[in-house]
């Protein structure tokens, strides 16, 4: 393993110092260090391919810092997203100049607000801040809003709507982003933005819409059943209330034009999620849309029977909350096992399982 004298001196110079991080540009041949006292770098003169010269100076590095050249082991790509990596050299990855290295450090359960600082700077790409995001460390750390403000302004350049989706819901945790910002990304409307403020904020998304008409009826009649904790009655209010018919709207505007099947599956357990509380416990993962509408007329228990002798017109509220709570994988199994088309064919497949779907919304609205 042969350098250039002068990469050879520098090299050692550098780390001969206190580094906390190296990064190699690869495309410019220049190495930077991170230290307490700044950032330093090296400008490399290679004397044989690039690709060659730099898997020579990765494997010198390795020698010097973990001990042995091999360098690091990036085919365990999978295993580091995973969050398996040991968590006793944190520090000392980040020092090799290996983007995977990098990923696994981002991706470690035992990760601090220090070594995400550093490992921000080695790599900072927007995969990089999805992970650290969703590190609750990491959130409450001076870091979160750099971050944040990072995704917000790489958002325009996202491709995948699982990418859009996860970056908008992240961004809108613990005041990340300002009022001013928050509003901006609602603003664009696009389905994949409105996921993401459905699984941030589903209870507090911007520009409310009026409550259900019956509103005030609803809550001083229900008020004795929701002070003993009925869960129907509690979500029968929440369903109707200013947030409930915004969320119900914005569901139902992804619903009818949704890009793909991560827009669906993702609006699926948002909506499960916010009836969650009501679920039947023998809701399942085998039942499909003619089982859950059936299922759904079930009014056995207590609690239902308590709302209904209170109000006997709020079955079909009670129905097409039985329904939107059951919503999960099972229900479009039977079209996307057998196809993956996205856009218009999509919907135009998905139809026997939606058009229920907006009725109930409809009941819900009404």
């Not at 295993?79 to 398996?84: E, K, Y």
């Not at 040991?86 to 981002?106: F, I, S, T, W, Y």
């Not at 992970?131 to 001076?142: F, H, R, T």
């Not at 994988?329 to 057998?338: A, E, K, L, M, Q």
Request: charged fraction near 20%.
């Amino acid at each position: 393993m042969e350098f250039t004298p002068e990469d050879n001196l520098r090299l050692n110079v550098l780390l001969a110092n206190n580094l906390q991080a190296i990064r190699i540009d690869e495309s410019k041949m220049i190495i930077y260090g991170l230290s307490d006292k700044g950032e330093a770098k090296i400008q490399l003169h290679p004397n044989c391919r690039d690709e060659i010269y730099l898997r020579q100076i990765r494997e010198f590095i390795s020698g010097h810092i973990l001990g042995s050249p091999g360098g690091y082991p990036v085919y365990l790509k999978h295993w580091n997203r995973m969050g398996h990596t040991k968590n006793d050299n944190l520090d000392q990855l980040l020092m090799l100049g290996e983007p995977e290295a990098v990923v696994a450090v981002v991706h470690a359960p035992s990760l601090t607000p220090e070594l995400a600082r550093r490992a921000w700077w080695a790599m900072p790409d927007a995969e990089n801040a999805r992970s650290l995001l969703q590190n609750s460390k990491i959130v409450n750390s001076e870091l979160a809003k750099e971050l944040a403000a990072y995704l917000v302004e790489y958002l325009p350049f996202e491709t995948e709507s699982f990418n859009i989706i996860q970056s908008v819901y992240l961004v809108l945790q613990a005041d990340l982003i300002d009022e001013t910002t928050r509003q901006k990304l609602w603003n664009r409307k696009k389905n994949a933005y409105l996921v993401g403020f459905l699984i941030a904020q589903a209870d507090d998304l911007p520009d409310p819409l009026a409550a259900r008409a019956n509103y005030d009826e609803l809550k001083s009649t229900l008020a004795p059943l929701i002070a003993d904790g009925n869960q129907v009655a509690k979500q029968l209010l929440k369903i109707s209330s200013s947030s409930g018919q915004t969320f119900l709207t914005i569901c139902e505007r992804v619903l009818r034009k949704p890009a793909n099947q991560d827009i669906v599956n993702l609006l699926f357990d948002v909506i499960a999620q916010y009836f969650k509380s009501i679920c039947p416990d023998d809701y399942n993962d085998e039942m499909n849309i003619s089982i859950l509408t059936e299922q759904a007329n079930n009014f056995e228990s207590i609690e239902i029977q308590q709302v209904l002798a209170t109000i006997p017109a709020l079955s079909d509220s009670i129905r097409a909350m039985l329904i939107l709570a059951g919503l999960r994988y099972s229900i479009v199994r039977p079209v996307f096992s057998r196809t993956t088309a996205i856009g218009s064919l999509m919907r135009k497949k998905l139809a026997p399982v939606l058009e229920p779907l907006f009725e109930q919304f409809v009941v819900l609205r009404n």
